[in-house]
């Protein structure tokens, strides 16, 4: 079974310039996460997909973060502009609905440089 | 709000010196405890889930153990492959999504 696809894997861009991300989660997985992963810490919820329905964005920053997932199934998140302390790894993870099959998988994430 | 508290932050052992991470929580009703391996430039990578407290599960040369307060995560004779940052991460309520701990550096020296 292939894992969750992302990519650029990694991307440096100047500030106040956009910037997207892709990702393609496991086959047959209803549930789709973005994730932003700072230096020494874990990984923090951005924004939950069901399908094509964003369930859970209350961690989004709305004024310059955007995701869409057309058809259910690939993502895209991204940012415009981009700022200095939007510099981080983006984690893209997917999962079943089905209780007890809940678990996520990620995928290799998105190295952000933000100068 | 749900609170994951993971230690020591950076852990050296020499190959073969077992030893155990911790991972404390506060959440209002536990759905499930996962372990996660994380190695340098790379996505977490799933290891365990631990539903209930007295659970245990192994592989390998590690063993999760959950109680109502905390999980541990033992290291059994560990080798240099097993250095990695181990991430500890808890789905709670109505939930779906995870919250993570800052993970444990673990470094295991030949």
């Known amino acids: 079974e292939a894992g969750v696809v992302q990519s650029p894997r990694y991307k440096i861009i100047e500030k106040k310039q956009p910037v997207a991300f892709w990702c393609n989660p496991i086959s047959g997985h209803n549930t789709l996460y973005w994730y932003r992963q700072n230096l020494g810490q874990g990984p923090e919820l951005l924004i939950r997909?069901?399908?094509?329905?964003?369930?859970?964005d209350s961690q989004l920053p709305k004024d310059r973060f955007s995701a869409e997932r057309l058809k259910g199934v690939d993502s895209t998140l991204k940012i415009q502009p981009a700022e200095l302390g939007d510099s981080a790894v983006y984690l893209c993870?997917?999962?079943?609905?089905?209780?007890?099959?809940?678990?996520?998988?990620f995928g290799p994430g998105t190295r952000l440089l933000v100068l | 709000e749900d609170q994951v508290t993971q230690s020591p932050e950076a852990l050296r052992l020499q190959e073969g010196e077992s030893s155990s991470l911790n991972c404390s929580y506060t959440v209002s009703g536990l759905r499930g405890l996962f372990w996660y391996r994380q190695d340098p430039g790379k996505g977490p990578e799933f290891l365990f889930t631990?539903?209930?407290a007295g659970e245990e599960k192994e592989k390998e040369r590690l063993k999760a153990t959950l109680t109502k307060k905390e999980s541990f995560l033992h290291i059994t004779a560990p080798k240099p492959e097993d250095s990695a940052t181990y991430l500890c991460a808890v789905q709670a309520g109505s939930a779906r999504q995870l919250t993570f701990g800052s993970g444990t550096q673990l470094t295991v020296l030949p």
């Open positions: 997909y069901e399908n094509e329905e964003a369930v859970d």
């Open positions: 631990l539903y209930s």
């Open positions: 993870a997917s999962s079943r609905r089905d209780p007890g099959q809940e678990t996520q998988y």
